[in-house]
């Protein structure tokens, strides 16, 4: 039987940390546009995962326990009619993935597809803690596929570009020369990948050249403080930039309609959605050029501009350049919308999917005869460094499953755990375990403890990082679990 003549559901998996980007935004469009193949997305950590339409949730302080986790897909599967295949899409993330693993082991009529979104490390690591239970990956840019099939030659790769539903929304009509001209940004605020602080530099770039303008910044995350309080110190006000915050479906869709030219600043990016559904929306993309997937959809000087990356002043030139061609800007606009058209149009996209399907399901699932445990192996490394250190008092980087995971067989294992902190804003003076979310800092670090363990899989870099800049001169010693190779 086909994947077309066989019942089908594609259960997305949103992962912790989700925010209104890449992942939510693919969600959301994947429930928008189904037809004969059924989506019902499972969201983890709620509070901050926005408007994933009709997803079962999982509540953050019971999402760390297995059998939680276990009962809730298993739930979800057992109302589906017998014979249904199941392809269960982690977004990212240890818990996701986790969460998947488990369910393709205890149900053989699922396969596991892992969707990279973006050219992130901690993205393949993933990947690679858990590939023994995929049945295919997917890649959004050729980039990636071509990335993915280098790390992981073993196992199914294949496209799918992206689907956007672009509506009837028409090609914003040009302004006049010299008037003002729309700037918008739309994503997380973080420094690591987006660069934000790049978009202060092209501010005071535009300004110095006389450019009209008015940035509207849409998103939330760890920069965000030090961005606003930057524009402040430059003494731009809120007629020139506005800081928006984390917005809904419907005022995203406002925003396009208010603006001309979709500002992107990151070091690298897979096919970022924001820039898809502001091409379709008839927004002129100026950008700067990574190899991981931007230059597929945006051709310099045919449907948009690249400059070069970190070349903020370059960027600004553009723009400038821009507001002074009216009609230029219509062009490319016209042209930036009719390759979203062409390219990522959601029949073209779920076709690609459903090859993708097959290709899963060709594959068979793992032949273990029971669910097992993928985080097992590295916590009891961890434990058995920490013994033969001789160590019973820790501080743990990291909230998230693999974190609360840990931080249990720490305590089981009579180790003190002195401090549990965590990066992300939406974890904050939650509390576990009698412990409670703090975010990393100089003081907190003093407070804490001599031995930091981090407490995840894949994003130990950026943990590392942040640490070595809050505590330059005396940071913690590190114990970080073992990681797949990249």
Not at 154 to 167: I, K, L, N, S, Y
Not at 221 to 229: C, P
Not at 249 to 269: K, P, Q, V
Not at 385 to 405: E, H, K, P, Q, S
Request: charged share 20%; proline share 5%.
């Amino acid at each position: 039987m086909s994947i077309a003549e066989s019942s089908c559901v594609l259960l997305p998996i949103v992962p912790e940390a989700g925010v209104v980007t890449g992942v939510g935004t693919w969600v959301n469009t994947l429930v928008a546009t189904q037809d004969d193949i059924r989506v019902l997305p499972l969201a983890m950590n709620v509070h901050r995962v926005c408007h994933i339409t009709g997803a079962a949730q999982v509540d953050w302080q019971a999402s760390h326990r297995i059998d939680r986790l276990d009962a809730h897909l298993d739930a979800l599967v057992d109302g589906l009619p017998s014979g249904t295949r199941i392809f269960v899409a982690p977004g990212w993330g240890e818990l996701a993935y986790h969460a998947a693993a488990r369910l393709v082991m205890r149900h053989r009529n699922a396969r596991l597809l892992a969707v990279c979104h973006t050219d992130d490390v901690s993205y393949y690591r993933t990947i690679g803690h858990f590939v023994g239970y995929v049945g295919a990956i997917v890649g959004v840019s050729r980039h990636l596929v071509q990335a993915l099939r280098y790390r992981f030659p073993g196992t199914t790769v294949a496209r799918m570009h992206h689907p956007v539903v672009t509506g009837e929304t028409p090609v914003r009509r040009a302004g006049e020369a010299g008037g003002r001209l729309n700037l918008l940004y739309a994503g997380r605020l973080n420094e690591r990948q987006k660069r934000v602080s790049r978009l202060l530099e092209v501010a005071v770039e535009l300004r110095a050249r006389g450019v009209a303008f008015r940035l509207s910044i849409a998103g939330e995350g760890a920069a965000g403080a030090e961005l606003q309080d930057g524009f402040a110190a430059a003494g731009f006000d809120d007629t020139s930039v506005r800081f928006l915050g984390l917005v809904s479906r419907e005022r995203m869709s406002s925003l396009f309609a208010e603006n001309e030219l979709f500002l992107m600043t990151s070091d690298y990016e897979g096919s970022p959605l924001g820039l898809l559904e502001a091409m379709a929306a008839g927004l002129v993309p100026v950008v700067m050029a990574v190899s991981s997937g931007i230059d597929e959809v945006v051709e310099d000087g045919v449907n948009g501009c690249l400059v070069p990356r970190g070349d903020s002043a370059a960027m600004a030139h553009r723009i400038g350049d821009l507001a002074a061609q009216p009609g230029r800007r219509a062009q490319l606009a016209e042209r930036a919308r009719s390759r979203i058209l062409t390219l990522h149009r959601p029949q073209r996209c779920w076709s690609q999917l459903r090859r993708v399907m097959r290709l899963a399901w060709q594959h068979g699932s793992p032949t273990d005869d029971e669910a097992v445990d993928p985080f097992a192996a590295p916590i009891r490394d961890l434990l058995a460094r920490l013994d033969t250190a001789g160590i019973d008092r820790v501080a743990v980087y990291g909230a998230g499953m693999f974190g609360r995971c840990l931080v249990d067989a720490l305590l089981a294992g009579g180790i003190r755990v002195a401090a549990l902190l965590d990066g992300d804003p939406a974890k904050q003076d939650r509390v576990y375990r009698g412990l409670r979310v703090q975010v990393p800092s100089s003081a907190a670090l003093d407070h804490a403890v001599g031995t930091l363990v981090l407490g995840s899989l894949a994003a130990q870099d950026e943990m590392i990082d942040r640490i070595n800049s809050i505590a330059p001169d005396r940071a913690p010693a590190i114990l970080r679990p073992p990681v797949m190779p990249t």
